[in-house]
């Protein structure tokens, strides 16, 4: 057996190059493929606060999670929140901080923010626009100062926003269900 490739040394090379013949899973749904994640039409970004909007990428409701990208123009702040599970980050363009902690997350950083973390995102007023594709897990769970529950956001309370926008802005409410597995 060849250990750099995981297709056995009996394969040939018509073989290696040979689609897989029978059906996928009836169950499986089918894949997403967003061609422009940084879209063209400005409508496809759904606000969230002064100068913050979100894109969605995908509303996975089986399992709770969601992917999309978050953009700040000028100057802007993400409602302080806490994280039940973790959430993955990669910066595309601009930089970003939390207030709670003393690092910076620049063009090119990934970031993992652990279950339980509470953060305020803020993009300071030097950087003219951040965009950063997050997943998250679970909800945003916004809170006070002292952690007093002011509400929440979750993979439905998403698609409901963005249901909601984008029957407003002419794309039709219908718009969403493309991303939503």
Not at 83 to 88: A, F, I, N, R, T
Not at 116 to 127: A, I, W
């Given at each position: 057996m060849n250990t750099t490739s995981p297709m056995p040394v009996a394969a040939t090379t018509e073989e290696r190059w040979t689609p897989y013949r029978?059906?996928?899973p009836k169950e499986s749904p089918p894949e997403l493929i967003v061609p422009n994640v940084i879209p063209a039409d400005e409508r496809v970004w759904v606000p969230v606060d002064d100068n913050v909007w979100f894109r969605p990428l995908l509303f996975c409701v089986s399992?709770?999670?969601?992917?999309?990208?978050?953009?700040?123009?000028?100057?802007?702040?993400?409602?302080?929140?806490?994280?039940?599970?973790?959430?993955?980050?990669?910066?595309?363009k601009g930089k970003w901080r939390y207030l709670e902690h003393d690092w910076v997350a620049t063009e090119g950083s990934y970031v993992y923010e652990a279950p339980?973390?509470?953060?305020?995102?803020?993009?300071?007023?030097?950087?003219e626009e951040m965009i950063t594709m997050f997943q998250v897990n679970g909800a945003m769970i916004y809170v006070d100062p002292d952690?007093?529950?002011?509400?929440?956001?979750?993979?439905?309370?998403?698609?409901?926003?963005?249901?909601?926008?984008?029957?407003?802005?002419?794309?039709?409410?219908?718009?969403?269900?493309?991303?939503?597995?």
């Open positions: 029978h059906p996928q399992r709770g999670y969601w992917m999309n990208l978050l953009k700040v123009r000028r100057a802007g702040v993400l409602s302080r929140h806490r994280h039940p599970l973790p959430v993955h980050g990669y910066v595309l339980g973390e509470t953060h305020t995102l803020v993009v300071d007023p030097d950087v952690g007093k529950c002011l509400g929440y956001d979750d993979v439905f309370t998403r698609i409901d926003k963005c249901r909601a926008h984008y029957a407003e802005n002419g794309l039709g409410a219908d718009y969403v269900d493309q991303f939503i597995r």
